[in-house]
Nanobody, 124 residues
Framework: QVQLVESGGGLVQAGGSLRLSCAAS????????MGWFRQAPGKEREFVIAISWRGSTYYSGSVEGRFTISRDNAKNTVYLQMNSLKPEDTAVYYCAGRHNNGGDPRSLKEYDYWGQGTQVTVSS
């Protein structure tokens, strides 16, 4: 059974940084595209950033230049480094995974597995 476990969320002041981690219990992790999505109160879950099994990266326009994604296949872990955080980045952040099979890594519906989410709060 695939499990994704996020960690690293918390409270930070605007302009600060956080790094989220997502540990995956996937035997063939290196074959998986991994993404981060977020959901703010009263809003739909939205795409943030993704990294393909080959290492290609995809960014939402709202985070490009501030957030980066990386993966360590030896540790079955994907990371989200968030810099220059803004109050509008406040949300629950979810890690998601899917076996590479084409399709759009930015699309929420493409993902089969989801973590429980971790809260990120940015104060002004």
């Amino acid at each position: 059974q695939v499990q994704l476990v996020e960690s690293g969320g918390g409270l930070v002041q605007a302009g600060g940084s956080l790094r989220l981690s997502c540990a995956a219990s996937i035997r063939t992790f290196s074959d998986y595209d991994m993404g981060w999505f977020r959901q703010a109160p009263g809003k739909e879950r939205e795409f943030v950033i993704a990294i393909s099994w080959r290492g290609s990266t995809y960014y939402s326009g709202s985070v490009e230049g501030r957030f980066t994604i990386s993966r360590d296949n030896a540790k079955n872990t994907v990371y989200l480094q968030m810099n220059s955080l803004k109050p509008e980045d406040t949300a629950v952040y979810y890690c998601a995974g899917r076996h590479n099979n084409g399709g759009d890594p930015r699309s929420l519906k493409e993902y089969d597995y989801w973590g429980q989410g971790t809260q990120v709060t940015v104060s002004s």
